[in-house]
């Protein structure tokens, strides 16, 4: 007998309550779509006046690493639901927690196992049968020479648990091996001095395939296509045109894997597509920064998706609305005062044009500070229509006086 959804709101008191931990852009659109169903937000992260802070009613600022701050934050506001954002959070402990009753989402058995490249890696290869690249593990720079010989020259070293491609290196020869290594330790987070040393992967393109698990089901966006600089996404678009044939294998792998790691929630699964073959990379118990562009392609962004599934709710039908892209806001300063100027401009672009502004309180360098979207007649349309809209935008950065 399935178990109904209840949503509780009361203001004198503590109504439903969910704890975001981790408050960027990601984390903002996830809140905004839990208020819609009068879901008390508490917005936890590193620091002060982070994106979804802006919009949840209540805020906390630790170190989700540490696991002492993390436990005694959970155990004091009690949430019904725990919702992890972002891969820089002590994952043993919302296992430990799971076990007495908390309820993560989708599960803290996923959060644990998809921060872990070697864990990740060893579940799809090993255990489930997935093509992936040919790969090892390894501690030391002895033993990455050792085993270097099972993948070849070219090949990519990463920490076993990093985020947002940090700490990864391509290698091309023996003599990359100890600089490559050295950068994998500084980055990797948990403590761990180890890395996965990865084959190169000849393929056409590498693919977001957004996976929903909900009470009525898995459920799949259209695939999308991306465009990198330095392992950050500038260009995302739907759809990214694949065969019947690469597609309905994109959907077993991704519904393999997702079924077997469990709980409601949506998954950022990546693939790489090459030709007829399609292989398993990595994938995040969380919305995805490519999926962004489901904010204007679809009648349910992933956001929205992701929301209905944690809360036991039925997805149903996903309405795509044609081509679309979105375009990453990357502006260069240093400061904490962002204006952004033409806005009026880069709306009247395209009369789908849409623009949102993460909110961040500061800059220093390159940042993520907003995305611009829209739809077109075409992929190549809607791609080039947003590149328009940002370079209509001009952005100054400043300290407030």
Not at 15 to 27: D, F, I, K, V, Y
Not at 43 to 70: E, F, G, K, S, T
Not at 234 to 247: A, I, M, R, Y
Request: charged share 20%; net charge negative; hydrophobic share 40%.
């Amino acid at each position: 007998m399935s178990v109904s959804t209840a949503i509780t709101t009361d203001y004198q008191k503590q109504g439903t309550t969910a704890l975001l931990l981790g408050s960027g852009e990601l984390g903002k659109e996830v809140a905004i779509e839990l208020i819609r169903y009068g879901i008390n937000i508490i917005a936890c992260d590193r620091y002060a006046n982070a994106p979804a802070m802006n919009v949840a009613q209540q805020h906390a600022i630790i170190d989700m690493r540490d696991p002492v701050a993390l436990e005694k934050l959970i155990r004091q506001v009690k949430p019904d639901y725990i919702i992890p954002e972002i891969e820089a959070i002590a994952t043993d402990v919302l296992v430990k927690l799971e076990q007495e009753g908390f309820n993560v989402v989708p599960s803290a058995q996923a959060a644990f196992t998809t921060m872990d490249r070697e864990a990740i890696r060893t579940l799809a290869a090993e255990t489930l049968n997935l093509p992936t690249s040919a790969y090892f593990f390894a501690s030391s720079i002895e033993e990455i020479e050792e085993n270097i010989e099972k993948v070849g020259f070219p090949c990519i070293m990463k920490p076993v648990m990093s985020s947002s491609g940090k700490g990864q290196s391509v290698l091309r020869s023996t003599e990359d091996i100890e600089t490559a290594f050295k950068e994998a330790c500084e980055h990797g987070r948990g403590g761990k001095a180890r890395v996965i040393v990865e084959g190169f992967v000849k393929f056409d393109c590498e693919i977001p395939l957004l996976t929903v698990s909900a009470v009525d089901g898995i459920h799949f966006c259209q695939p999308i296509g991306h465009h990198q600089v330095n392992g950050d996404s500038h260009e995302s678009w739907q759809p990214e045109h694949l065969s019947e044939e690469v597609l309905l294998e994109a959907k077993r792998i991704a519904s393999t894997v997702v079924s077997n790691l469990g709980g409601y929630g949506i998954y950022g699964v990546e693939l790489f597509i090459a030709g007829n073959k399609v292989i398993f990379s990595e994938l995040s118990p969380r919305p995805h920064d490519t999926g962004m562009v489901t904010m204007i392609s679809q009648d349910l962004s992933e956001f929205a998706l992701h929301v209905r599934a944690l809360l036991g709710l039925p997805i149903g039908k996903i309405s795509f609305f044609g081509p679309s892209a979105s375009a990453a806001v990357l502006p260069h300063g240093d400061g904490n005062r962002v204006t952004f100027n033409h806005i009026d401009k880069a709306l009247a672009v395209t009369p789908t044009s849409q623009i949102r502004i993460f909110g961040k309180p500061e800059i220093h360098g390159e940042r993520r500070m907003g995305v611009c979207l829209c739809r077109g007649a075409s992929v190549e349309e809607a791609v080039d229509n947003v590149k328009k809209m940002r370079k209509a935008l001009d952005i100054t950065v400043e300290e407030s006086s």
